[in-house]
């Protein structure tokens, strides 16, 4: 990613971010760079993030991350390994402990669940 551009386009800072989170799902993002590419400092956008969701950068997007993967896990018969990759995490047993932590729940009894 290129900091030393600012991301093109109408609307707020915040905006933009979260859409170029929302198209880079399974892209690693830094905050700061994040922040650059939008045009504020990291902490402003931080701040933005906070105010409007709640959460920091980060939650938003690992929040992207695990509602992509359980869109994936609802309606494809890809294996978690490869819903992890799909999603950005490169390891298959640290995608599991990460969903299991935000849905209570492992991917594979997710799945079963059919809620798809």
Known sequence: MAADRVTPGAGSP???AIGYLEDNVARAVAVGDLAALVGVSASHLGALFRQATGGGVLA???SLRMGRAR???DGTE??????AAAVGYDDP?????RFSRVHGLSP???RALGKG
Do not use: D, K, N
């Open 108 to 110: 594979r009894a997710y």
């Open 14 to 16: 915040l905006e933009r």
């Open 93 to 97: 047993l640290y995608f599991s402990r």
């Open 78 to 83: 890809l294996t978690v390994a490869e819903v």
């Open 71 to 73: 869109g994936l896990l």
């Open 60 to 62: 938003y997007q690992t």
